[in-house]
């Protein structure tokens, strides 16, 4: 009998971590756009006992979404999605962390719309930026660490645990929902204890 499926798209470091927290007796379909980082990812999480598949996938491609979501459908019944994937303007130009985030962000859910099993779950992980103007980077970061509450970044397990929450049975009435986990950066910028980037 096919296990339930947890695909999971973007094998770095908060990916990873929910496909650990996620991926107790079910099938993690392991996706991303870097091969190496994919096969790496995946090896590490076998080596740990889940059972892994892998697809590569570029989210800005409709095209290869769509053979995500087969992969995934041919696997078992589909429970959950997490779109990790994503760019900052430091990585790449604006038309390519539009392409990913933006525009990647909406197919990936419009296409896994056909599969989701009854009862599924879809997730997108994505940076505070939006919620700040212009994104800043190096020192500009390290200032608004030093300046929020928490004052330091979190782990990529800490933000695995909320997505469980959102993920899970506890969070069915939770939709369109956008939950701010910065340990406090934006409230420092709208309690004027940090000037807004830009």
Do not use: C, W
Request: proline share 6%; net charge negative; hydrophobic share 50%.
């Amino acid at each position: 009998m096919a296990k339930d499926v947890v695909v999971v798209i973007g094998a770095g470091g908060i990916g990873v971590a929910i496909a650990r927290r996620q991926g107790f007796g079910k099938t993690i379909l392991l996706a991303d756009f870097n091969e190496k980082t994919l096969q790496a990812a995946a090896e590490d999480l076998m080596g740990e006992s889940y059972t892994v598949s892998t697809h590569h996938v570029d989210v800005s491609s409709r095209e290869s979404v769509r053979s995500l979501v087969d992969a995934a459908a041919a696997l078992g019944a589909v429970v959950q999605v997490v779109n990790t994937a994503g760019l900052s303007p430091n990585m790449a130009p604006p038309e390519r962390v539009l392409a990913v985030d933006v525009y990647g962000s909406a197919v990936v859910f419009e296409e896994f719309e056909r599969v989701i099993a009854p009862g599924g779950a879809g997730l997108i992980i994505s940076s505070m930026a939006g919620h700040m103007l212009p994104a800043p980077i190096g020192d500009v970061y390290r200032t608004m660490i030093a300046a929020s509450p928490a004052n330091r970044m979190a782990p990529p397990e800490e933000i695995a645990i909320a997505a469980s929450y959102l993920l899970g049975p506890d969070a069915g009435f939770v939709t369109g929902s956008d939950l701010l986990i910065d340990g406090g950066v934006i409230a420092a910028m709208r309690a004027g204890k940090l000037p807004a980037p830009g």
